[in-house]
């Protein structure tokens, strides 16, 4: 649960905000000033009672046979989402994926410029990836301190994912993002979200399996 003002908000509920907001900010780009219920849901890929009930989180912003206000819907879900502050970033690792994320500067419009990134590379330590510089992971605590970190975003093979968190904690980071394929242990009150896109992937293949399964007596090989 997130708690906005008085009232709780189901992670199912703040997962979906952002999915919101982005429908949102599309729509104010091309001129409307108002949505419904249902064609916030449309855009969403939802269903319309889902967004009332999501949006009635928020406080009562609804007016009916009129709508929502595009605009300060978009105001409300994005202070409740914290994306009107600023939380910089550090990404630990840089190989393929922490290239392309330090590279990507959607980031900063949403609020979360990368600061820093760390590395074990030698080649790596001491240049600058698109403005970022890259440090030594023996030298987050300074990092962190320097540029008031708030997020890690941990891009690390799987077996250097546990030292990174661990690395991470000491140095004061409590909100951290990891896209290594590794099962990690933090102390309570440490936020940590987990992307494995190898598992995503294989989601995704159970569900083709279901939608066009192999022929009769013919068993798909897994590698």
Not at 67 to 75: C, E, P, S
Not at 87 to 114: E, K, M, Q, S
Not at 117 to 145: Q, S, Y
Not at 206 to 212: D, E, I, W
Request: hydrophobic share 45%; charged share 15%.
């Amino acid at each position: 649960m997130v708690v906005t003002g008085n009232e709780p908000i189901p992670e199912a509920t703040v997962a979906r905000l952002p999915v919101y907001l982005r429908s949102l900010l599309e729509l104010a780009a091309s001129g409307p000033t108002t949505v419904s219920s249902v064609g916030l849901a449309e855009l969403a890929g939802v269903n319309d009672a889902k967004v009332r009930k999501d949006l009635s989180y928020l406080g009562p912003h609804g007016t009916r046979g009129v709508g929502y206000n595009v605009d300060h819907l978009i105001v409300e879900i994005s202070c409740a989402l914290g994306v009107t502050n600023t939380w910089p970033v550090v990404i630990c690792g840089l190989g393929n994926l922490g290239l392309a994320l330090a590279n990507h500067t959607g980031f900063t419009d949403r609020g979360f410029p990368i600061a820093a990134a760390v590395d074990t590379d030698p080649d790596k330590i001491g240049t600058t990836i698109n403005g970022v510089a890259v440090h030594h992971p023996e030298h987050l605590p300074e990092v962190v301190a320097e540029h008031q970190v708030a997020i890690g975003i941990i891009t690390t093979p799987a077996e250097g994912a546990q030292q990174t968190v661990d690395l991470l904690v000491e140095a004061g980071v409590r909100s951290i993002l990891s896209f290594a394929p590794a099962v990690l242990v933090v102390p309570e009150g440490i936020d940590v979200r987990c992307v494995d896109l190898s598992t995503e992937l294989q989601i995704l293949g159970f569900h083709l399996q279901r939608l066009f399964p192999p022929h009769s007596g013919e068993v798909a090989e897994i590698s």
